[in-house]
């Protein structure tokens, strides 16, 4: 795959499971679907992670696709994210902090070890073929 589709195709991929934990947040609380409340919630992360691409982007001069790199996102979309709902008066109550960290942590870093995973994988199957 070419360098400018993998990194397309990462930052959709960071961009749904952003949308994934607004979804299964809002659920768990008993919160409506509706499109807009999935994304007044989803949108401060989505946020946090934009910049986190644009940190590492500017730094190493590439885009966020491995795990290392993927701290640096999942730092930013953490921080990020609860300085936005800081600014906009939305909840950030210390058990949300945690488990917004936790989750996204699981889900940013946990999809990149899963595709790390697939593409050594693939590797391997084209090199012994």
Known sequence: ?????????????????????AALGRRSHGEGGALLGLWQTAWPFLAGAALG????????RRAPIGVRDG??????????????RTLT??????????????????LL?????????WSARRAARSTSA
């Open 71 to 84: 701290v640096v996102v999942w730092v930013a979309t953490v921080a990020g994210g609860m300085a936005v």
């Open 109 to 117: 870093l946990g999809r990149r070890v899963v595709g790390a995973a």
């Open 89 to 106: 008066g939305a909840g950030t109550a210390p058990s949300f902090v945690v488990v917004a960290t936790v989750v996204t942590g699981v």
């Open 1 to 21: 795959m070419r360098p400018s589709r993998s990194a397309a195709l990462a930052a959709l991929l960071d961009a749904g499971v952003l949308l994934l934990f």
């Open 53 to 60: 691409w644009l940190v590492v982007a500017g730094a190493r």
